[in-house]
């Protein structure tokens, strides 16, 4: 098997570490590089909130890949939402 899983992490935006997750243009540039390796069904997940899934048959597993800023206490925009700031649940 030879798979790749791509994920964001807190230094794919600018500033580092702060994700407004009401808008797209964080980390927009990573994101279009990275989508190759994103499930097409799963691109709309990625594209605006950093995170999907992806289903290995060959393994009978699902790498979820979530987007490490929804959990970064530096990211000052969680206090807005501080239940679920990035629609996760």
Known sequence: ???TF???GN???YPNGQWN???DEPAEGVR?????????EQWANYDSRGYYYKDVPELSARV???????CDH???YLWAELSDPNGLI
Request: charged share 25%.
């Open 1 to 3: 098997m030879n798979e």
């Open 6 to 8: 791509v994920s964001l």
């Open 11 to 13: 230094h794919d935006s």
């Open 21 to 23: 997750f009401e808008e």
């Open 32 to 40: 279009n590089l990275l989508k190759k390796w994103v499930p097409n």
């Open 64 to 70: 979820i890949s979530i987007n490490t800023e929804s």
């Open 74 to 76: 530096h990211n000052m």
